[in-house]
């Protein structure tokens, strides 16, 4: 399905992968098979066409279920070295033990000890404690620009905040999402930014 959030989703990031000298990758996510339909991928396909994005201006399009096996056997690693587990929480247990709507997922199961089994999603085990490296910009690994999140902030949706730069102008690597302030937090960011 192609709505006016997909067209604008499409749009910004053909145009920041011109910018930066990058590529537009199609990636359809049609690992779910009771609720996905192939005809979708060509109403997608269309839709880019009729905004003026043919297939000379994407790599693609990549389908999940291409890679199937590896998704899996990444998962039971992660399983298996103690940093994923299973949940059997449905979205009405979070807000039955919240008792509010919009917030996300508490960690009921984070302890439990389930194993796998119908109904079941497997969910990463982040750290309590400490901080968390995330990636703030989306372009290419090789320009990535990365930051450190305290374990606090990561339900709360808070900003990376980094001592990268001095300025507080916005990292170049980093897009328009975020912005990089002095904290005491030190980030490292394998491509070097202008702002120093």
Not at 10 to 28: D, E, K, M, S
Not at 61 to 85: I, M, W
Not at 157 to 164: F, L, P, Q, V, Y
Request: hydrophobic share 25%.
């Amino acid at each position: 399905m192609f709505h006016v959030g997909s067209a604008r989703s499409v749009l910004y990031n053909w145009a920041f992968a011109r910018h930066n000298h990058g590529a537009l990758v199609l990636r359809i996510e049609d690992t779910d098979a009771a609720r996905n339909q192939p005809e979708w991928i060509d109403g997608i396909i269309s839709a880019m066409n009729w905004l003026g994005i043919d297939d000379s201006q994407y790599e693609g399009p990549f389908l999940q279920s291409d890679n199937l096996d590896k998704h899996t056997e990444a998962a039971q690693r992660l399983y298996a070295d103690g940093r994923a587990y299973y949940c059997d929480c449905s979205r009405a247990d979070v807000i039955a033990r919240t008792g509010d709507q919009h917030r996300g997922y508490d960690g009921y199961c984070r302890d439990r000890g389930l194993e796998p089994g119908p109904g079941r999603a497997l969910r990463f085990r982040a750290p309590d404690e400490g901080a968390t490296e995330r990636s703030t910009c989306r372009t290419r690994p090789s320009s990535s620009c990365y930051g450190k999140r305290s374990a606090s902030s990561r339900l709360s949706g808070a900003t990376c905040r980094s001592s990268s730069t001095r300025s507080g102008r916005s990292c170049p690597s980093a897009g328009t999402r975020s912005r990089w302030r002095a904290s005491g937090t030190r980030a490292t960011c394998p491509r070097p930014c202008a702002i120093t």
